[in-house]
């Protein structure tokens, strides 16, 4: 498919997705939101992450960071589509800084120090609050009505969509892959990777922090353990290795596999599910480790050769 | 005076239990490229076995540690034979190696956690075992920190003396070096993968059954841990126990006067900042050459 036409295959989705708060039950369109932000979440990770084979645990502190700041701006009340882009500026810019300090790392260093840089954030982010606004949580006044966060979520998951199928055609894209493959090898022939990481980097980091400040309106009272929660970044990361990270289409589909999954399971059978997750995850791992992406190759490549 | 002793007694106790923690995340990481982020369940599991042993069965837990240590060697082995056999043998790179080992590790800390949660429900369990206090110079100590210091300190110190002197150590430290030259030299990866990785297994059985003798324990106490190993293994540089033990104390210190001179609710925050400002400072290690 050339670009121009996945773009327009992805536009025509959001329309049709765009129609659903008048479609569906409140119950059913809780779940497709919940759908849009994995999906968006796990494209932007794959973005940048499985193009270049690091592996950052980082998006629960771009996401929780982009939440706060629709409260940092209580002040006076900022218009929500202004709140989203900032949050998503504000996760931007962190991991711009905090990836020129440490994209030199890799592999299992890599993941560590950007773990240990989202615990850091939310345990700050706490500890500010406690001491110096004598708070643990904020409840957010007058949040905008469930239409108008459903259709904005859905405009920055689209958004991330058309941006990693651009950024996948782009020169950018292509020295990502390159970094991916054999980082010297693209530096020996010219690739710039210490830009190309940063700005990959920061890329990916502005539609986590995006989602998080246009999630935060939604839940209307969120504190540290709630927005900086590891369990949104983990779920980021598998949905996307699942799915297949390099890959664009692997991610979206698993992201709504997934988040139908927990959404079903995980009240009626909290640990039972977990379980389940676990085990899937291992043999995923083990016996499809190119995600579910990998099967659709797999089944082309035997037609091909019948 | 006394005070100080004490503060320092605190630090260094914790400190030996991170190291025993450390030092099996730290074998599996450094001879197979195992980041096994579900380390801290099989500490649970210890804790769990040990509070078993005790209410159930009434036996001592100390007694009762080195039966933790041979089951959870067993499930170590077991675990490396459903589960990261397969990724070490058909994975193209070591960078391929470390995610998909990280996956798998998510996999079973869901899985190990949740059967746990399952099994025994996420109340807090806790039994009370040499509770009485003792006087050291002044200082006054629970008797039972004392003998999870010992203890704790005293595994590591075996552990290091097997590396050292025997000739199995010697192996693991030259697959430590240089894996394909080890291989090239006649030592066998297929039993000493999973040995090695039941050892660290079992470390962290051990760690756990120590601490079931203190704390109270919960499925979800093992994560922490995890993760402290993870710092601890960062300051001390990989592949190294001796500096892994000393990294262990390290951080055990600086988290207890840390707290001493600012607050407890801010634990968390100075070991992560520890771990990040020796991360881009020294990327290598605290002590590396």
């Not at chain 1, 994209?103 to 609050?129: N, P, Q």
């Not at chain 1, 709504?256 to 959404?263: I, Y």
Request: with cysteine; hydrophobic share 55%.
């Amino acid at each position: 498919m050339k670009l121009r036409h996945s773009i327009l295959a992805t536009l025509a989705a959001a329309l049709v997705l765009s129609t659903m708060p008048w479609l569906l039950s409140d119950f059913a369109l809780a779940m497709t939101l919940t759908c849009l932000m994995y999906a968006g979440l796990a494209v932007s990770w794959a973005m940048f992450c499985g193009a270049t084979n690091y592996l950052s645990l980082a998006t629960a502190a771009f996401f929780g960071l982009g939440a706060y700041v629709t409260t940092w701006t209580s002040g006076g009340p900022l218009p929500y589509g202004v709140a989203v882009l900032l949050g998503g500026l504000l996760a931007a810019a962190f991991a711009g800084l905090i990836g020129a300090a440490v994209l030199h790392l890799r592999g299992a260093y890599f993941a560590v120090i950007t773990f240990g840089l989202g615990e850091l954030v939310r345990h700050a982010v706490t500890y500010y609050e406690k001491a110096f606004q004598g708070t643990v949580g904020r409840v957010i006044e007058e949040p905008p009505e469930a239409v108008t966060i459903y259709h904005t979520v859905l405009l920055v998951s689209a958004i991330a969509v058309i941006t990693a199928l651009v950024v996948r055609a782009s020169r950018l894209g292509l020295a990502l892959r390159g970094i991916g493959a054999d980082e010297e090898r693209a530096q020996t022939l010219g690739v710039n990777a210490r830009h190309a990481k940063i700005l990959g980097f920061a890329l990916s980091a502005f539609f986590a922090g995006a989602l998080g400040a246009a999630m935060a309106m939604r839940w209307t009272y969120i504190d540290p353990p709630t927005v900086f929660n590891p369990f949104i970044g983990f779920q980021t990361v598998l949905i996307a290795m699942v799915g297949g990270a390099h890959t664009l289409i692997g991610p979206l589909v698993s992201s709504v596999v997934f988040s139908l999954l927990t959404e079903f399971l995980r009240l009626q059978f909290p640990y039972l599910f977990l379980i389940l997750l676990g085990l899937l995850l291992i043999l995923l791992v083990l016996y499809l480790p190119g995600g579910l992406a990998s099967l659709i190759g797999r089944w082309r490549w035997r037609k091909s050769n019948a | 005076m006394a005070y100080w002793f004490e503060l320092a007694a605190g630090g260094l106790i914790t400190g030996g239990i991170y190291a025993v923690v450390a030092l099996g995340l730290n074998l599996q990481y450094g001879l197979m490229r195992i980041m096994n982020i579900s380390h801290g369940e099989f500490l649970m599991l210890g804790a769990y076995l040990t509070w078993l042993g005790y209410t159930v069965l009434q036996v001592n837990p100390l007694v009762f540690l080195p039966v933790v240590a041979l089951a959870l060697f067993a499930l170590g082995v077991v675990v490396y034979w459903l589960c990261f056999q397969r990724i070490t043998r058909t994975a193209p790179a070591v960078e391929v190696i470390e995610a998909r080992s990280l996956l798998v590790g998510f996999g079973l800390m869901f899985l190990v956690q949740n059967v746990a949660n399952l099994i025994w429900g996420a109340d807090y369990r806790g039994y009370s075992f040499l509770t009485e206090a003792l006087d050291i110079g002044g200082a006054r100590f629970m008797t039972n920190r004392l003998v999870v210091f010992a203890f704790a300190v005293g595994a590591s110190l075996l552990l290091l003396a097997v590396l050292r002197w025997t000739l199995i150590g010697k192996a693991v430290r030259a697959m430590m070096q240089s894996p394909t030259g080890a291989q090239l030299v006649g030592i066998d990866t297929r039993f000493l993968h999973p040995v090695v990785f039941g050892v660290g297994i079992a470390l962290a059985g051990v760690a756990g059954a120590l601490l079931s003798m203190v704390y109270e324990i919960s499925p979800g106490m093992g994560e922490p841990y995890t993760v402290t190993a993870l710092i601890v293994i960062v300051l001390g540089g990989l592949g190294s126990a001796a500096r892994c033990l000393l990294g262990g104390f390290l951080l055990g210190l600086v988290e207890t006067f840390g707290m001493h001179f600012t607050s407890p609710s801010l634990k968390m925050l100075l070991s992560y900042a520890v771990l990040i400002a020796v991360l881009l400072a020294r990327p290598k290690g605290l002590f590396a050459r």
